[in-house]
């Protein structure tokens, strides 16, 4: 089971980082669209449909990576003084309440989206160029499907934690400093151990 666990986090781990790299060509889509139109007065027609399209493709292919991370935003100050197990069934049942509804939703919407866009051979009607956007509309679907497979990896973290009382093993890829930091500091190591300890960890990732 764990081993099935982390490769699913690996999958998703994978496509998180390669889609990551949309991030650099939309750095340098908006930097020549910013000196095309300011310095040369020659603004692009095409800029705008690629900004979007790389910032939502970037945006719905990283959200299986960031749940196998942990990473989402959450307001847990309260969660952190509940009893573990209580955090576990509390964090299940928003995953079956919410979580699997909302993806199973997107899922259902995104295919109706993409199918009809490409029946039309839709293209964008934002800029000149009018590239197609069923390509894009097609990331909506498949993004849900990563999302719904490192969901069920969750569902069966949180059967475990409830049943052992421990979290199975995640497969970590990045860690904030700021939690490597208080937990060194929650271990009662002085200034000097936790300076080493991070500069050790930051070397390791």
């Known amino acids: 089971m764990q081993r099935y666990l982390l490769l699913v986090d690996d999958l998703s781990t994978w496509v998180g980082k390669t889609f990551s790299w949309c991030i650099v060509i939309l750095t340098l889509v908006v930097c020549y669209d910013v000196v095309m139109r300011y310095v040369f007065s020659a603004p692009t027609g095409w800029a705008y449909d690629t900004e979007y399209i790389l910032y ?13 991370q ?3 935003v959450r307001g847990d100050f309260i969660a952190r003084l509940l009893p573990f197990r209580v955090r576990a069934g509390i964090e299940l049942g928003c995953l079956i ?3 699997f509804p909302a993806m199973l939703a997107l899922l259902y919407s995104g295919y109706q989206f993409f199918q009809i866009s490409w029946l039309q051979n839709e293209h964008s009607a934002s800029s000149p160029t009018g590239p197609p956007i069923y390509p894009f509309k097609a990331i909506i679907p498949l993004a849900a499907i990563f999302m719904l497979m490192q969901g069920t990896v969750e569902v069966i973290r949180c059967v475990i934690a409830l049943r052992t009382g421990k979290t199975p093993q995640r497969r970590r890829d990045v860690e904030e400093l700021e ?23 930051g070397e390791k990732q």
């Not at 939690?179 to 960890?201: F, Y």
Request: aromatic letters at 10%.
């Open 70 to 72: 942990d990473a989402h």
């Open 97 to 99: 309440l919410f979580f």
């Open 179 to 201: 939690k490597v930091i208080l937990e060194e500091a929650q271990a009662g190591k002085t200034a000097e151990q936790i300076l080493a300890d991070v500069e050790h960890h």
């Open 56 to 68: 939502g493709t970037l945006f719905m292919m990283a959200g299986a990576y960031t749940v196998s």
